[in-house]
């Protein structure tokens, strides 16, 4: 069965330390993988989806990246985190644009 | 612009009642369209997947219809339980195709009263 892991669950990082959060799926091949974020309150922002290797698609300018290195890794980055960028981040991945399923999420917050 | 509006943030329902939750689009011909269910600290949770050939769409207590001419999604939830308790949020796919990605919309936060 497919599985995804997403860490770590909750982090604290001060205002302009560089940011690294790390998803991985099992049990499936070429899976579709998304980057959302959550603001308190708000709805799930998109913030990158890839449908290969080194393939990625940016939804919404900002001072993060994502990479995917490997078919079933996803990584989520930023050099200098910004207040702003507090948020429950959710990633996610799907096969063939079919239902996605989501990671635990991790609770980042900037201070 | 292409919208997804999931008109109500709130509903309140008393227990056994059945729930109708409302979705809309704009500027999108989706294929299908999702509906998850959020507790608060989770990820979201796929319940159920509507084809735009398909009026309807049931399971269990869960009832989804899609209207494509209307360009909406009424979610139902039958005798519905505290344990319904959650939001609730569609989702459709933006672009045709293999390079598709999934947008949601803001969610309705129910809650089923005992």
């Known amino acids: 069965s497919q599985t995804i892991h997403q860490w770590p669950a909750t982090l604290v990082q001060p205002v302009g330390s560089p940011l690294s959060l790390e998803c991985t799926v099992e049990g499936t091949s070429n899976p579709n993988l998304y980057w959302y974020r959550q603001a308190a309150g708000r709805g799930l922002q998109l913030l990158f989806y890839?449908?290969?290797?080194?393939?990625i698609s940016s939804e919404v300018p900002q001072n993060l990246s994502a990479s995917r290195p490997q078919d079933r890794q996803f990584i989520l980055s930023s050099k200098k985190l910004l207040l702003s960028d507090s948020g429950f981040y959710l990633c996610?991945?799907?096969?063939?644009?079919?239902?996605?399923?989501f990671g635990q999420g991790t609770r980042l917050t900037v201070v | 612009s292409q919208k997804i509006e999931q008109n109500s943030e709130a509903l309140n329902i008393q227990e056994g009642k059945t729930a109708t939750l409302t979705c809309n689009y704009t500027?999108?011909?989706?294929?299908?369209l999702q509906w998850y269910r959020q507790d608060p600290g989770r990820g979201p949770v796929f319940l159920l997947l509507i084809r735009e050939n398909e009026k309807e769409k049931r399971k269990e207590r869960l009832k989804v219809t899609f209207d494509t001419t209307l360009k909406q999604s009424l979610f139902h939830i039958t005798a519905s339980q505290p344990a319904d308790s959650a939001t609730y949020l569609c989702?459709?796919?933006?672009?045709?195709?293999?390079?598709?990605?999934?947008?949601f919309g803001k969610g309705t936060k129910l809650s089923v009263k005992p």
């Open positions: 890839s449908v290969g290797i080194g393939q």
């Open positions: 989702a459709l796919q933006r672009d045709g195709g293999s390079q598709g990605n999934l947008i």
């Open positions: 996610a991945w799907s096969f063939r644009q079919l239902e996605a399923f």
């Open positions: 500027n999108y011909s989706p294929a299908y």
